[in-house]
């Protein structure tokens, strides 16, 4: 675990100690804050916040953070303390529940995607390896995993392929030849940098690169 990692998963923790009346940031921080999946397992939000901008308090379930672009990020805990973090391009951190506000300190927008957990997580075996896919950890803990996933050009899963856990997926550059249809759905063909897709754990799917070369993704698998 890199030194920013560990600041940031501390100060979480921090945030989980306190007593705290802290709300839903997507009630209270609607400009930073957009759900794009929301279901028995997971809520995913796409979170923005502008150079110099800042939160009010509020509270995450354990959560996976999935950072689009570097940033730089300073909380400030319930108990007035604060800490700062250097949040690296296409990382991943997982994020005990916690209270805090955000302020970000960079020059540049914060873009990040979150994988809240909901419920009390199930039991699967996360796989290390993948035919078709190179697979690198980028974050761990109790309820999942994250991992920068590059499927290389002949990666294919045929039609009725199933998993035993919970998959979002997130895009990391525009691509037009990875196919992905869930569930018999039409299929979705052309991704944008930081398009997300959930596959449920023993749902029937169906993906092929017909890109001709290796496009990446980054996987958050969850138990």
Known sequence: MSQSTFVLATAFAIAASGVVSAQDPVKTEPTH????VDNASVRVLH??????AKSTMHQHPDNIVV????????????DKSTKDSDLPKEGALYAPAGSHIVANMGKNGVD????????????????TSRPGMTMKVLAEGARGMAYKSTADAKFAEPAGTKHDYDQVVIALNAATGMSLSIDGKPAKT???????QYIGRGTAHEAKNT?????????????
């Open 67 to 78: 950072a689009l672009d570097a940033a730089k990020v300073q909380f400030t805990m319930p």
């Open 47 to 52: 979170v923005t916040y502008a150079a110099g």
């Open 33 to 36: 804050y957009k759900v794009l």
């Open 190 to 196: 052309s991704w944008a940098r930081g398009d997300v």
């Open 211 to 223: 890109s001709g070369k290796p496009v990446d993704f980054i996987i958050v698998a969850i138990k």
């Open 112 to 127: 990040a995607i979150v994988v809240e957990f909901k419920g009390a997580g199930g039991k699967a075996t996360l796989p």
